[in-house]
């Protein structure tokens, strides 16, 4: 299924940074009206500025709401889809996008992190796709849309396969694949689209902003990708369809080796242990 960009209403939870940001800033400049989410509402009310003066100059409205707040937090997810319903009568695209890991070998780690790993990237995205589901299903909005519905789902790399020192972000990561599987086939019958998103090693605050860190593999060099790039593969996925992505060369090169020789990469892990 094909989805139009321009006066799609779209939510983008973890906006402040990132993928988050970038994908803001570009879906704003093809004409999407936003509504916006993460903890730093001074970073969301400069992002806001930076959209509204581009759009200024391009003389065209800018469709762009804020919703600070933590997205592990049942208020704050009911929030956006209040804002979503209220700013545009209804809604289109979800993209689930607010995440972060924590790092350090699971052995001694506290069932403490395990929840907030999985609270941040499991829970509060079930619950949001559980939350907006209505709206895609285009039950109770009060304006209609040409964008056909999805939602869009933050997974990893490290949800494909299994790597040294992230074990419970990595669970988490692997649960937003299978989630996001399982419901595709039941909301099919509705139109909505569910595309996953597996990015590698992209140069956001990721690997500084840990939920805690206890020490870190050290992987052979290798270069990040931008969020740019990100942000513009998933819209390009969004607008053909496309069920899953991997917006990193070496992460479809894990995935393949994983496939086909996945012993090999047991052995290989080894050595960042
Ligand atoms: P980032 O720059 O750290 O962005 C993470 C975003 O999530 C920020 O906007 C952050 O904003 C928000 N966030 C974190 N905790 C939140 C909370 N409790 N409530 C609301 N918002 C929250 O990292 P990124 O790389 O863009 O990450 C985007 C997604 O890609 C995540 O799901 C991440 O797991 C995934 N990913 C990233 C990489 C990578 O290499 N960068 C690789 C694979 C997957 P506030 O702090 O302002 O709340």
């Known amino acids: 299924m094909r989805h139009k960009i321009p006066g799609a209403r779209i939510i983008i939870t973890g906006a402040s940074s990132g993928i988050g940001r970038q994908l803001a800033l570009q879906l704003a400049n093809l004409g999407a009206k936003l509504v916006i989410n993460a903890r730093r509402t001074e970073l969301l009310n400069e992002l806001a500025n930076e959209i509204r003066e581009k759009n200024d100059k391009k003389g065209v409205p800018t469709f762009l709401e804020i ?16 804002r979503v319903l209220g700013a545009y009568g209804g809604l289109d695209i979800l993209i689930n996008n607010a995440g972060g890991a924590a790092t350090g070998l ?15 990237n499991l829970v509060s995205l079930v619950e949001m796709t559980r939350l907006a589901l209505p709206l895609l299903k285009r039950e109770g909005q009060t304006q209609t849309s040409e964008t056909a519905p999805m939602i869009v789902n933050l997974s990893s790399v490290v ?11 990595c669970a ?16 099919h019958r509705y139109g909505i689209d569910v595309l996953v ?58 995935n393949w080796l994983n496939k086909f020789c996945p012993r090999f990469l047991d052995w290989a892990m080894l050595w960042y242990t």
């Open 67 to 82: 919703v600070p707040g933590d997205i592990t937090l049942p208020e704050t997810r009911q929030a956006i889809i209040d």
């Open 159 to 169: 949800g494909l396969r299994g790597v040294t020192h992230y074990s419970e972000y």
């Open 197 to 254: 998103v597996c990015p590698g090693s992209t140069d956001t605050e990721f690997f500084t902003r840990y939920l805690e860190n206890t020490g870190e593999p050290k992987w052979p060099h290798h270069s990040r990708v931008s969020p740019e790039y990100v942000a513009r593969k998933i819209i390009q996925a969004i607008r053909s369809g496309k069920h899953e992505i991997i917006p990193f060369f070496l992460g479809r090169v894990l």
């Open 172 to 187: 988490a990561k692997f649960a937003v694949r299978g989630f996001s599987e399982s419901l595709r086939t039941e909301i």
């Open 106 to 120: 699971f052995e001694g780690n506290s069932p403490e992190r395990l929840k907030k790993v999985l609270d941040l």
